[in-house]
T-cell receptor
Framework: EDQVTQSPEALRLQEGESSSLNCSYT??????LFWYRQDPGKGPEFLFT???AGEEKEKERLKATLTKKESFLHITAPKPEDSATYLC?????????????FGTGTKLQVIP | KAGVTQTPRYLIKTRGQQVTLSCSPI?????VSWYQQTPGQGLQFLFE???????NKGNFPGRFSGRQFSNSRSEMNVSTLELGDSALYLC?????????????FGSGTRLTVV
């Protein structure tokens, strides 16, 4: 069974204090790994898709990287508006059957 | 352009009743997926549709069903509601098949079963 594990569950940072969130996965036939951000009371907001080991993507203060077993979301000099829950998801399978599995998220709080 | 629209936003139902939730994807998106989100289980995949065909189904009982119409709008139905069905139900659409390019989520329907 596909498994996605995110750590830490919660992270509290001072404004400007850089850190990384981890997403480790065990799947058969990885098709893509996604990062989303979710604010309270809203649906997840798409951030990145990574397709193969070694790939990196950047957007403002966020940078996502992918290896064969895990992905990292690096947050550089975070601001209070970066506070949210960050979700990792993997799409895996082959042929006619593919499934998306989400991790339970990392709740990030950035303090001014 | 308009995002993914889910209706209603909030719903309160009694155990044993049935409910239908609606999702209008972004114009041009043909892939629609449904998820259940609860504090304890996180986001769990329900099903995915592409061009009116169900592509995949998650591990939910047969009380959960869905369909997609020719205009890509989708509905999901839950029959014989149980207290444990209380959750945020999220719909997501994608331009590409199987959502490889990433999904755009709606704000969800908050279902409370009493």
């Amino acid at each position: 069974e596909d498994q996605v594990t995110q750590s830490p569950e919660a992270l509290r940072l001072q404004e400007g204090e850089s850190s990384s969130l981890n997403c480790s996965y065990t799947v058969s036939g990885l098709r893509g790994l996604f990062w989303y951000r979710q604010d309270p009371g809203k649906g997840p907001e798409f951030l990145f898709t990574l397709y193969s080991a070694g790939e990196e993507k950047e957007k403002e203060r966020l940078k996502a990287t992918l290896t064969k077993k895990e992905s990292f979301l690096h947050i550089t000099a975070p601001k209070p508006e970066d506070s949210a829950t960050y979700l990792c998801a993997v799409q895996a399978g082959s042929g006619g059957y593919q499934k998306v599995t989400f991790g339970t998220g990392t709740k990030l709080q950035v303090i001014p | 352009k308009a995002g993914v629209t889910q209706t209603p936003r909030y719903l309160i139902k009694t155990r044993g009743q049935q409910v239908t939730l609606s999702c209008s994807p972004i114009s041009g998106h043909r892939s629609v997926s449904w998820y259940q989100q609860t504090p304890g289980q996180g986001l769990q995949f329900l099903f995915e549709y592409f061009s009116e065909t169900q592509r995949n189904k998650g591990n939910f009982p047969g009380r959960f069903s869905g369909r997609q119409f020719s205009n890509s709008r989708s509905e999901m139905n839950v029959s014989t509601l149980e207290l444990g069905d209380s959750a945020l139900y999220l719909c997501a659409s994608s331009l590409e098949d199987r959502g490889i390019g990433g999904y755009t989520f709606g704000s969800g329907t908050r279902l409370t079963v009493v």
